[in-house]
């Protein structure tokens, strides 16, 4: 693999693309993506499959941004409580949606400007999620009421 800068951030393959979350330590980054994981595992979403947790590489490819788990870091994921897990996970995904945890910018009403995240240079569709909201609710709502190419 070609040397990529990592961010600090988690992704999950659902359906077809990748949720690349982001977020401060501690705003629940490996928590939402075990969640998803889980509602994929129980038939509440389509295929999801881990990328990676807490670290990810991320490039830009052909207009669309690619993440890959970040070496000693492939598989595992942490689930608060139990510790260090491993898991299958998929070794490369492109990214359809971004969400910010823990976002300041998150609105009731949310309007253009906090709809889009840039992304090693590519513009994705963002969920901005405030810090009293749960995270799971909100992304399980957007993806089955939106359409972010997952």
């Not at 995904?93 to 969400?99: E, H, I, N, R, S």
């Not at 090693?120 to 993806?143: N, S, T, Y």
């Amino acid at each position: 693999m070609p040397h990529t800068p990592t961010i600090h951030a988690s992704a999950v393959l659902v359906g077809a693309r990748a949720v690349l979350i982001r977020g401060p330590s501690g705003s629940g980054k490996s928590a939402l993506a075990y969640a998803v994981i889980r509602a994929g595992e129980s038939g509440a979403m389509p295929l999801t499959r881990l990328v990676g947790d807490d670290r990810v590489h991320v490039e830009a490819a052909h207009g669309r941004v690619l993440v890959r788990p970040s070496g000693a870091l492939i598989g595992l994921i942490e689930v608060r409580g139990l510790g260090i897990r491993r898991l299958p996970f998929e070794p490369v995904a492109v990214v359809g949606l971004v969400v910010d945890l823990a976002a300041t910018d998150s609105e009731r009403l949310p309007g253009p400007e906090t709809a889009v995240a840039e992304v090693a240079g590519v513009r994705l569709p963002r969920l901005a999620v405030a810090r009293e909201i749960d995270p799971f609710a909100i992304l399980h709502a957007a993806l089955r009421t939106r359409e972010f190419g997952l």
